[in-house]
Nanobody, 125 residues
Framework: QVQLVESGGGLVQAGGSLRLSCTAS????????MGWFRQAPGKEREFVAG????????YYGDSVKGRFTISRDSAKNTADLQMNSLKPEDTAVYYC??????????????????WGQGTQVTVSS
């Protein structure tokens, strides 16, 4: 089993920055991919960013490219999402996810077997 806990959400003005962190426990985190997704009220869960188990491969959703950066520290069992130039449309609950069978991850939410509880990010205009 893998447990994931997100932190770092909050309220920020448009143009500002936030850094989310996902801490994993329970199994060998360093062997697994990590992904960040978000879900706004009334909308489907949206892929934000992903990182491979080595950390050498990263990929992003079109809406956040150039503004968000995903990283990981396997020694600390963490995966972070640095969010810059935030926009009101970035407002959502952000979730981190992992899967033990996909070392390079996926952009599809249903490919991930483990999820955190989510952290709210609100961007005011």
């Amino acid at each position: 089993q893998v447990q994931l806990v997100e932190s770092g959400g909050g309220l920020v003005q448009a143009g500002g920055s936030l850094r989310l962190s996902c801490t994993a426990s329970g199994r060998t985190f360093s062997s697994y991919c990590m992904g960040w997704f978000r879900q706004a009220p009334g909308k489907e869960r949206e892929f934000v960013a992903g990182i491979s188990w080595t950390g050498r491969s990263t990929y992003y959703g079109d809406s956040v490219k150039g503004r968000f950066t995903i990283s990981r520290d396997s020694a600390k069992n963490t995966a972070d999402l640095q969010m810059n130039s935030l926009k009101p449309e970035d407002t959502a609950v952000y979730y981190c996810a992992t899967d033990t069978d996909r070392p390079y991850g996926s952009t599809r939410a249903y490919d991930y077997g483990y999820w955190g509880q989510g952290t709210q990010v609100t961007v005011s205009s």
